[in-house]
Each structure stands twice: as structure tokens, then as C-alpha cells.
T-cell receptor, first 115, second 109 residues
Framework: DTGVSQNPRHKITKRGQNVTFRCDPI?????LYWYRQTLGQGPEFLTY????????KSRLLSDRFSAERPKGSFSTLEIQRTEQGDSAMYLC?????????????FGPGTRLTVL | GDSVTQMEGPVTLSEEAFLTINCTYT??????LFWYVQYPGEGLQLLLK?????DKGSNKGFEATYRKETTSFHLEKGSVQVSDSAVYFC????????FGTGTRLTIIP
């Protein structure tokens, strides 16, 4: 299967701990996105990369959040000093952006529970 | 900024009923419009798309037409099935995706 993969699928942590999630995009895709989805809501944009460059960050992305895509392939999203409000599904998507079109393909998500 | 307003749910219909889920948007440019579906326990899947005004997207019996004059992209299906039970998200993109809040659809036999 060559879709977007995310690991881990589930993470339970205690408040104050750091967590890191990984996303492996579809191999030829140059763009990679992170979204957060809370219960009963649509996904909200966090940040995106074109190749290894981080081009945009949402104001939702506080200083405790950092994302990297060091070689323009996989990406990691780290949350430091987790809070209960960080509990959500974290979604990764990738796309092969062209001038006129940008269809994003989503991974299964990582569900974070902060106790 | 860009935004998507989606019909509030949940929606419950009988099998073979006609479905409409309303979606309107606000955007500064000329976005592409999408409907995504999330089946129970699964990830987001693209259902259909339209990239410019008057385009009609269609898939699995679902249709939606990009209406620039009314800034709408309503989802329709003529005869729903139990297997269509899911959460449906309207979304637009210029660079990143902006989603609506989702509509949970339940089809009863």
C-alpha cells in the first residue's frame, strides 16, 4: 500500500510529557500537511511543508508544537509539555501540488489522549 | 479569511431517500471545492471535487455543483443506502484545506 501512513495510531500520555508523531507521505508528493481534529469538529490546519521548507504555520500552533520535514520526505510533529487540551486526532496529508490543483490524501491519523 | 459553513447534523434518513447536505463558503480567491467522507473507524477520504465555477463533481452516486454566484457546493444523492452512513465534510482549498464542521449522516433500513 502506498498511501499516507502515520505512527503511532494511538498515544496516551500524561500531562506535561512530550510526544512525537511521524507521518510518511505518498512517495512522490512534494507537499505535506498537518491538521488537528477534535471531537465533533472538522479538521483544522496546523502547518504545511513544500519539500523540506515549512511554508505556513497556523496561529493554532503554539510554541509547544514543532514540526519538521528534514529531507523532504517523512515529517514529525512534536508536542512539548502536553496539556489536556491537546487531546485530539492529528491528521497528516500529502499532495503533489500543481499550479491549478492540490488534492490532498489523508493518513489514518494519530489519536492523542492526554490524561 | 476563508471559511466553510455546513449544514448542521445529525441527519437521519430512510434507505432510498433523497439526500441534500448544504454547504456555503467564503473565500478571497478562486478555491477548489471538495467533499470528504469519514466512515466509522476510518480516515478521511475524498468523495468528490470541483475546481472551477459550474463544475459538477460526482462519485458513488453523489453529486455537487460549484456555484460561484451563490458560493455554494451542496451535496446530493438521489437514493441513499445504509452504507452511506458516515460523517461528510465540505472543504475548500487555495493552499491549505479549510473544512466545515461535518454532518453526521445515518441511514436506517
Amino acid at each position: 500500500d502506498t498511501g499516507v501512513s502515520q505512527n503511532p495510531r494511538h498515544k496516551i500520555t500524561k500531562r506535561g510529557q512530550n510526544v512525537t508523531f511521524r507521518c510518511d507521505p505518498i512517495s512522490e508528493h512534494n507537499r505535506l500537511y498537518w491538521y488537528r481534529q477534535t471531537l465533533g469538529q472538522g479538521p483544522e490546519f496546523l502547518t504545511y511543508f513544500q519539500n523540506e521548507a515549512q511554508l505556513e504555520k497556523s496561529r493554532l500552533l503554539s510554541d509547544r508544537f514543532s514540526a519538521e520535514r528534514p529531507k523532504g520526505s517523512f515529517s514529525t510533529l512534536e508536542i512539548q509539555r502536553t496539556e489536556q487540551g491537546d487531546s485530539a486526532m492529528y491528521l497528516c496529508a500529502s499532495s503533489l501540488a500543481t499550479a491549478s490543483y492540490n488534492e490532498q490524501f489523508f493518513g489514518p491519523g494519530t489519536r492523542l489522549t492526554v490524561l | 479569511g476563508d471559511s466553510v459553513t455546513q449544514m448542521e447534523g445529525p441527519v437521519t434518513l430512510s434507505e432510498e431517500a433523497f439526500l441534500t447536505i448544504n454547504c456555503t463558503y467564503t473565500a478571497t480567491g478562486y478555491p477548489s471545492l471538495f467533499w470528504y467522507v469519514q466512515y466509522p473507524g476510518e480516515g478521511l477520504q475524498l468523495l468528490l471535487k470541483a475546481t472551477k465555477a459550474d463544475d459538477k463533481g460526482s462519485n458513488k452516486g453523489f453529486e455537487a455543483t460549484y456555484r460561484k454566484e451563490t458560493t455554494s457546493f451542496h451535496l446530493e444523492k438521489g437514493s441513499v443506502q445504509v452504507s452511506d452512513s458516515a460523517v461528510y465534510f465540505c472543504a475548500l482549498t487555495e493552499e491549505k484545506l479549510t473544512f466545515g464542521t461535518g454532518t453526521r449522516l445515518t441511514i436506517i433500513p
